[in-house]
């Protein structure tokens, strides 16, 4: 790998330097009164090079000495061709563009009668085409150079003077310029060596690798529905609106509507190249979490084989809280090297069998009456016969099957791989002179320069900063008193480890223990395998009291399957329901300043065995043992900041339907467990050989059991239970998202069980909603219906893409989300429990407000207004 990308960046130097002595051709693009036309595309045919003008019209090109022929293109406008003799000097070829004539075609008028508009059998051939297309290269290269910029355009007012006052210029702060080499390999291999790049800044993930690597070809494209999907007629309407030649080509100009406007569905124009039905251009926009995303590409005839993108253009824009900022993208793809896939060199005419009926089905009879099964798909496609679009479809889907088949490892969807060069961030200005595509603006020019000037004060301060760490640290042996309370990690050898938690985040009050305080302290080796040896200690001011657990950890095994051992132990204090409901913060507020009490706690002696497998990466079993002596525990305060007049803290054990009497003082238990999780049919991508799941491209379906074994160590639990669950969030379409989970457990024999060996479930009874919002009740009492006998629960969460208030343009350019949830308990107590909702999620990017009534038997319950955290706030925006 390291010495085939040293001869890349070997050869790329060579070109380098002997494109420093060459010449080229510089010039400007305007239009027919002299305005000038930004990001014209400019494409050497010879050399399958393209670039394109900067803001002001100008551009340039290096060329070795010879005769090329330069094409000139700018949507909505004729395409120009210059023939231009380069020798050892820039040539200057100034060229304006005259806007581009349609011919209009007449409505068709269908053997049914009814009218279409042509648009509509122009898309269906290039739909049926777009597979054809997308298998159509064996392989390419290429050279990609990318320049971004982003900016500040607004900030809430109350800050703008604070930000003026403190120097901040919003103007400029992002930019950044890379070049690459890319290379590709059918069905999904890309490698990207990147030889130079230049960053100031931080580009927030906007960066258009996901339409530059990814095709328009493809159903979808950056999650958005392509106007070639095999879909599109469900989300988009057509609307012809011109004709025009080009080089040769027949050009098809297509209005894209959206039936519904808004994310994940494009609008705009694409151009259809006639007979080829590829893309010759498209300007589309789509909007992601309510950002704005234009994206603008022009194709050329490559070698005459195959139409690829040769520029692309990306706008990004949005506002989140106050702040609106702007980023933008040029992308040139030159020096193209492609390889037709060797099965696919075919030459055949499509038929609409919607317009000739009568020639598609006589196709059909010819092809059923001496179709061949056992005939290759090569020689199918090889035919040059005339193809309907259902068969071509039918091909190409047969085609795809066997390529898959013959695919080492077929869940793999992507495979990329990115090296760096070496001396790949250490370019200068004079480098980045002679290899740059596109000019620099006036503005831009000073724009870097004042980049390049704050990197130089910024750098100077780091190093300052640095020193004065040094120092500081030789003076006080590396510690602060300050970690105490923010904690700290510190190196004490190689790939050796010892940390303390904070302190700060850990200080919290309940009614058991009163307040009380724990940390963390760890002592780790991390190498190939990672050993780590924790100690909790945690002090209960009103208990007075100091308990504490240790856990030794053993990670070990290749990345993609690793496992670990765990053994843990001591005296610790934990809530009845292990997935801990209520947060000790929330309780803590509600404990001192409302003067309830909702969080149920024990303690237990335990020594806990644990072991984790992942046996593929889509498949982990886990098993354990454990001993416990658990204990009762009761109110030992009172305490609040704000008593009030006949409200007391409720009881520590709750309440519950099942249990009969109260919970015994102590009680001793050992338990079996083990459980299995599987994603049979995940998808992964490689990124630099390391292979990562794609999320939610499969269901996770669990298996769980638990034995309580009596008699051993004094034990008296006696039970087994099973459970079984199933989750997954699917997309149809990009109507919305659906969240589904089940889950369904029994106690096969419940002779004796303890209130913690029960199964609990995820209640809430505050305001504040912190769990998953799939797989959680609103309402729900935290232990009134918990279970030692059967039970069964669904969740169901749809978020809209638009409901109600998302059908104004407006409120879902905000971001906003509309959410239908209903959760539903059946237990022997709890008469059909069910919840239905409904929130308005994602405001201000982070919250959700929601609804929610509870039904018992189908009679009203109970009713609430929650506020939560956004349901999709992990997903961040990008466009990758």
């Known amino acids: 790998m390291a010495s085939r990308t040293a001869l890349i960046t070997t050869l790329f130097f060579c070109i380098l330097s002997t494109s420093l ?46 005769t090329y022929t330069l094409v000139f293109q700018f949507l909505g406008y004729k395409t120009e061709s210059r023939e231009v003799r380069v020798g050892q000097r820039m040539e200057v070829i100034n060229v304006s563009l005259q806007e581009q004539p349609l011919q209009l075609q007449e409505v068709i008028v269908q053997s049914n009668g009814k009218e279409e508009d ?26 990609v150079y990318i320049k971004g910029s982003g900016r500040l355009k607004d900030s809430p007012f109350f800050l703008r003077n604070t930000m003026k006052k403190e120097g901040i210029d919003s103007t400029v702060a992002f930019t950044s310029e890379s070049v690459s080499r890319i290379e590709y390999q059918r069905p999904n291999t890309f490698k990207e060596t990147v030889i130079s790049i230049y960053t100031r800044g931080e580009g927030n993930d906007t960066e258009p690798n996901g339409y530059i690597n990814g095709s328009f070809y493809e159903p979808k494209i950056a999650e958005a529905i392509s106007p070639l999907s ?24 297509i209005r894209v509507i959206p039936r519904s406007r808004g994310e994940d569905v494009f609008e705009g124009v694409i151009y259809i190249v006639e007979d080829w039905w590829s893309i010759y251009s498209l300007r589309l926009k789509t909007y992601k979490l309510g950002f704005g995303v234009e994206v603008y590409q022009m194709y050329a005839p490559i070698e005459d084989k195959a139409w690829l993108p040769v520029s692309h253009k990306f706008n990004v824009e949005g506002k989140i809280l106050g702040f609106e900022f702007e980023y933008n993208y040029l992308a040139t793809v030159s020096d193209y090297k492609i390889e037709l896939n060797p099965d696919l060199e075919a030459d055949f005419k499509l038929i ?35 193809l309907t679009r259902k068969q071509l479809r039918q091909l190409m889907r047969e085609y795809e099957k066997e390529e ?10 992507m495979n990329t791989s990115i090296v760096v060069d070496s001396m790949a961030r250490q370019r200068d200005s004079a480098y980045w002179e002679a290899i740059r595509p596109v000019p ?33 640290h030789k003076k006080r042996g590396g510690f602060s008193p300050l970690d105490i309370i923010g904690g700290s990690n510190y190196k004490v050898g190689e790939k050796q480890y010892i940390a303390h938690g904070s302190l700060w985040d850990r200080f919290f009050f309940n009614p058991v223990e009163g307040f009380n305080i724990h940390t963390n302290l760890s002592y780790s080796i991390n190498k190939d395998n990672r050993f780590a040896f924790t100690v909790t200690p945690r002090y209960a001011f009103a208990r007075r009291k100091l308990t504490g657990k240790g856990q030794f950890s053993y990670t070990y095994g290749p990345q993609e399957e690793r496992n670990n051992f765990s053994l843990e132990g001591g005296r610790y204090i934990y809530q009845y329901n292990p997935q801990e409901p209520i947060s000790n913060l929330f309780n803590t507020y509600l404990n001192l300043v409302e003067e309830r009490n909702y969080i149920s706690l024990y303690e237990k002696d335990y020594l806990k065995l644990s072991h984790s497998n992942r046996l593929r990466e889509n498949i982990t079993l886990n098993f354990s043992a454990e001993w416990a002596n658990r204990y009762a525990l009761e109110n030992t305060t009172t305490q609040s900041w704000f008593p009030r007049e006949g409200r007391i803290y409720g009881p520590n054990i709750p309440f519950n339907e099942e249990l009969e009497g109260e919970a015994p003082e102590t009680e001793k238990a050992f338990v079996l467990g083990f459980s299995a999780v599987a994603r049979p049919w995940q998808k992964y991508r490689i990124r630099n050989q390391e292979k990562e799941p794609i999320e939610n491209s499969s269901p996770e379906l669990r298996l769980a059991y638990r034995q309580g074994l009596k008699n051993i160590a004094e034990s008296v639990t006696d039970y087994s239970y099973l459970e079984v669950g199933f989750q997954h969030k699917i997309r149809p379409g990009v109507r919305g998202i659906m969240d589904i989970k089940v889950e369904a457990g029994m106690f096969l024999n419940k002779n004796y069980a303890g209130f913690a060996d029960y199964h609990h479930f995820m209640g809430n009874r505050i305001l504040l909603v912190t769990a998953d919002p799939v797989g959680s009740f609103r309402l729900l009492p935290y232990y009134q219906y918990s279970t030692m006998d059967k039970f069964a629960a669904a969740h169901v969460h749809y978020q809209f893409r638009k409901l109600l208030f998302t059908q104004i343009p407006e409120v879902w350019l905000l971001g906003i989300k509309e959410n239908v949830f209903v959760n539903y308990l059946a237990t022997p107590t709890s008469d059909n429990y069910t919840e239905v909702g409904y929130s308005i999620d994602n405001i201000f990017r982070f919250l959700r407000v929601e609804a929610a009534v509870a039904f018992q038997d189908g009679k009203y319950k109970d009713w609430g207004i929650l506020i939560g955290i956004a349901s999709n706030i992990g997903g961040n925006f990008s466009i990758r």
Do not use: C, W
């Open 21 to 66: 002595t060459a010449g080229g051709v510089s010039g400007k693009v305007t239009d027919a009164s002299g305005a000038p036309l930004a990001f014209a595309t400019i494409f050497v045919r010879e050399t399958g090079s393209g670039t394109t003008t900067n803001e002001e019209g100008y551009y340039e090109i290096r060329l070795n000495p010879g």
């Open 230 to 253: 095999p879909q599109a007629f469900g989300y988009y309407k057509f609307r012809y609106e011109g004709f025009f030649m080009d080089r040769g080509y027949g050009v098809n100009k």
């Open 404 to 413: 898959q088949k013959a695919q080492e490892e077929p869940e793999v969807v």
């Open 440 to 472: 620099l603006t006036k503005q831009e020019v000073k724009g870097y320069e004042r980049l390049d000037s704050l990197a130089v004060v910024e750098a100077e301060k780091e190093a300052a900063d640095s020193l004065e760490s040094v120092g500081r």
């Open 352 to 386: 609409d069998e919607k317009l000739n009926k009568e020639l598609a089905a006589e196709l059909e009879r010819a092809r059923a009456e001496g179709d061949d099964k056992s005939a290759e798909i090569k020689e199918k496609l090889a035919s040059g016969e005339e």
């Open 118 to 143: 042509p648009a509509y059998s122009i898309m269906r051939k290039a739909i049926a085409k777009a597979s054809y297309h997308q298998q159509q290269l064996d392989s390419y290269e290429a050279t």
